[in-house]
């Protein structure tokens, strides 16, 4: 691991004035993937701001949403009361992921800011990663691709992004706040997370002295019918084949208004076709129906030799997750 120098601001603005003071500063919240990438030489960051001082560690009902602030736990996330009853899918989702000890420890600004598990990345031995060496190629093209992207990759990287959170988020159109000397701003999650195209080294829309304050959830999307599925190789302590989360408003008549779907771990960021959820609108909530918006949701998918699975097997979670949802209570 590099050496790197360490400090512990106590507001925003002094984060966000060491993070701009010297090249090559990361932010340390949890840090539960951050050290893992330090001590593996994969991140080699000169100085760390520690900002879990900082008071953004509250959950607040705001005009009907909710604001999480970005150094909330996970697991004090998932156990909010509001966000169990009015926001289900979301603590769903974040109870799928990692461990316990994991969730005690890692945040909502960090999660959010997760690096891809690709192997390829993870090992510096291979030389060849467009993310951590930009040009050098991409190891994954010709190697093991089980677990990788059969949606919005490039020829340059396709990595897939491995969170459970944000896939949630993205199908409750959260919006990210990002603060900076020059102010504050709102990100919608859709728009935050960027396709590698050939600068796959560039993952989202954060900018240079930008950190993350909090996620706002729209209070449209509360109360709404929801299902969080998560496909792996074991139940626990995995890393997602395919995860759906899918939020759905049903009348009485058994009839869908608007509806939110996201697919995880099949694209280099949270999935969600705007195609296919239009085709849901006024249809009744019913095999059919989900089948031909599964159809929509991955098509144009272009699988590897190693992961062609990856299109039924999301096909089968979709219509799994939105009949879960249609019928929640």
């Known amino acids: ?35 893992d990438l330090m001590k593996m030489g994969v991140e080699r960051p000169a100085h760390l701001v520690d900002v879990t001082r900082l008071p953004l560690a509250q959950v607040e009902e705001r005009g009907g949403g909710l604001r999480i602030g970005a150094l909330v736990r996970n697991s004090n996330v998932a156990a909010n009361p509001v966000v169990r009853k009015r926001y289900p899918v979301l603590a769903d989702a974040i109870l799928s992921g990692a461990s316990p000890q994991i969730r005690n420890m890692a945040t909502t600004g960090g999660n959010l800011l997760q690096r891809t598990r690709c192997p390829y990345f993870y090992d510096p031995s291979y030389a060849e990663c467009n993310k951590r060496a930009p040009g050098s190629g991409c190891a994954a093209l010709l190697g093991y691709s089980r677990m990788h992207a059969i949606l919005g990759a490039s020829e340059h990287c396709v990595a897939t992004y491995p969170g459970d959170m944000a896939v949630a988020l993205t199908a409750l159109d959260a919006r990210i706040i990002l603060q900076s000397p020059q102010g504050e701003r709102a990100v919608p999650i859709e728009q935050f997370y960027r396709l590698p195209g050939d600068t796959p080294h560039i993952e989202n829309d954060m900018r240079p002295g930008e950190l993350i304050t909090a996620v706002e959830l729209p209070a449209e999307w509360a109360d709404r019918r929801s299902h969080y599925l998560k496909v792996r190789d074991r139940n626990s302590y995995a890393f997602a084949l395919v995860s759906v989360a899918a939020v759905l408003d049903v009348g009485p008549d058994h009839r869908i208004g608007r509806a939110r ?7 280099p960021k949270p999935w969600r076709g705007a195609e296919a959820e239009d085709s849901l609108r006024g249809q009744v909530a019913e095999a059919q129906t989900f089948r031909r918006a599964a159809e929509l949701l991955v098509r144009g998918a272009r699988p ?6 990856k299109v039924e097997l999301a096909k089968r979670a979709v219509v799994r997750a939105l009949t879960a949802a249609s019928e929640a209570v």
């Open 1 to 35: 691991m590099r050496s790197f120098s360490y400090s512990r601001p106590t507001d925003v603005a002094g984060a966000i004035a060491a993070e701009l003071k010297q090249p090559e500063t990361k932010y340390l919240g949890g840090g539960t993937n951050l050290v």
């Open 261 to 267: 779907v996201a697919l995880g771990s099949v694209a």
């Open 304 to 309: 590897r030799h190693d992961n062609a699975f």
